[in-house]
T-cell receptor, first 115, second 109 residues
């Protein structure tokens, strides 16, 4: 079992450019999460999906960030245009269901540097 | 609003010494607390959860609602315990996990 897969692992872009991150959750996991982790901070939830539905996107900066999970499996997170403050590690996680006690499994993350 | 505070960014102990990583939380309802760990060059993973009341790798954590704390303890630290530890909270309103800023534990030989 490969666990949660994310790509790319690293990305360096200039400000105002677009960027996209891809996540493949653990097979059978219906709930998918995107987190942003700034340097020296804990992860912060951006969006949570239950199957195809975004059920919690209150922390997603919708002016420049978008996400999709079209078939309830893979997900893509996009930033357009990127700003210097978007430099962070973007983590994807998945779980079997959204229950309070359910363990979330994290991917390795994508480290984004905006110059 | 829910909030998790880990007052120590860095903690250094010697092998065999007891270790306690502090976690305080703010939440108006009944919280569920977790400790996640990230070893060097590995992904973030669950260490233990309050609801399970179990000991993992010799670590335990007790939820103290009066003091709103969920400190992580181990009586005898090992070098392989060196890692970044995050306390996290979720509440009855849904499964949003709120993380603390993390504590980098270093266990010296």
């Amino acid at each position: 079992e490969a666990g949660v897969v994310q790509s790319p692992r690293y990305k360096i872009i200039e400000k105002k450019q677009p960027v996209a991150f891809w996540c493949n959750p653990i097979s059978g996991h219906n709930t998918l999460y995107w987190y942003r982790q700034n340097l020296g901070q804990g992860p912060e939830l951006l969006i949570r999906y239950e199957n195809e539905e975004a059920v919690d996107d209150s922390q997603l900066p919708k002016d420049r960030f978008s996400a999709e999970r079209l078939k309830g499996v893979d997900s893509t997170l996009k930033i357009q245009p990127a700003e210097l403050g978007d430099s962070a590690v973007y983590l994807c996680a998945s779980s079997l269901d959204p229950g309070l006690e359910v363990e979330q499994y994290f991917g390795p993350g994508t480290r984004l540097t905006v110059t | 609003a829910q909030r998790v505070t880990q007052p120590e960014k860095l903690l250094s102990v010697f092998k065999g010494a007891p270790v306690e990583l502090k976690c305080n939380y703010s939440y108006s309802g009944s919280p569920e607390l977790f400790w996640y760990v990230q070893y060097s060059r590995q992904r973030l993973q669950l260490l233990l959860r309050h609801i399970s009341r179990e000991s993992i790798k010799g670590f335990t954590a007790d939820l103290n609602k009066g003091e709103t704390s969920f400190h992580l303890k181990k009586p005898f630290a090992q070098e392989e315990d060196s890692a970044m530890y995050y306390c996290a909270l979720t509440g009855t309103s849904g499964s949003r996990l709120t993380f603390g800023e993390g504590t980098q534990l270093t266990v010296n030989p």
